[in-house]
């Protein structure tokens, strides 16, 4: 199952330094059974993305934990063998046991340099923003609204070198 890793730069960094990333808490996201069932209309890739969408902003919340990291979120895409669906908790939210390695990797998402100020903004309300505050929601969404860059497994050291 294509799973979505909610990261930080910092924690890209230690994945490309010791060749290991491990999901905070074992959390990611996927498309799911209740995720579908949740959508009136959608193909797979349109899934997919939704739950890339979701990790996405539970990097947000990774962020909001580490300070000292670039405002940047980032989602790593792997395939998981060993996946808990958790739908209890959201959606789209699943469980992975375990660690992966770079050779596990699908992709990256990484917000670009442009994307920085709205997500230190969004960083501030995203919690404000998930209980339902309507100047915190826009505020999310400005930052939801940049797209992503997607990088290959092999480009993940370049890229963060570049910043």
């Known amino acids: 199952m294509r799973v979505y890793i909610p990261a930080t730069v910092a924690m890209l960094r230690s994945f490309v330094d010791s060749g290991e990333l491990a999901p905070v808490n074992g959390t990611a996201f996927a498309l799911t059974p209740a995720l579908r069932e949740s959508y009136a209309a959608g193909d797979t890739e349109e899934l997919e993305y939704a739950a890339m969408l979701d990790a996405a902003r539970a990097s947000l919340r990774l962020l909001a934990a580490d300070e000292k990291s670039e405002p940047r979120r980032a989602v790593v895409a792997v395939d998981a ?6 739908p209890e908790l959201d959606f789209s939210v699943v469980k992975v046991a375990g660690s ?15 994307a920085e100020d709205d997500v230190r ?5 995203v919690d404000a923003a998930d209980l339902g505050d309507p100047d915190a929601e826009f505020t999310l969404g400005s930052a939801e609204d940049h797209e992503l860059a997607w990088y290959a497994a092999q480009e993940l050291a370049f890229v963060l070198e570049l910043m």
Do not use: G, I, Y
């Open 121 to 125: 903004a969004a960083v501030e309300v």
């Open 100 to 114: 992966f390695t770079l050779k596990d990797v699908a992709s990256v998402h990484l917000d670009t340099a442009e």
């Open 81 to 86: 063998d060993d996946v808990t669906l958790r």
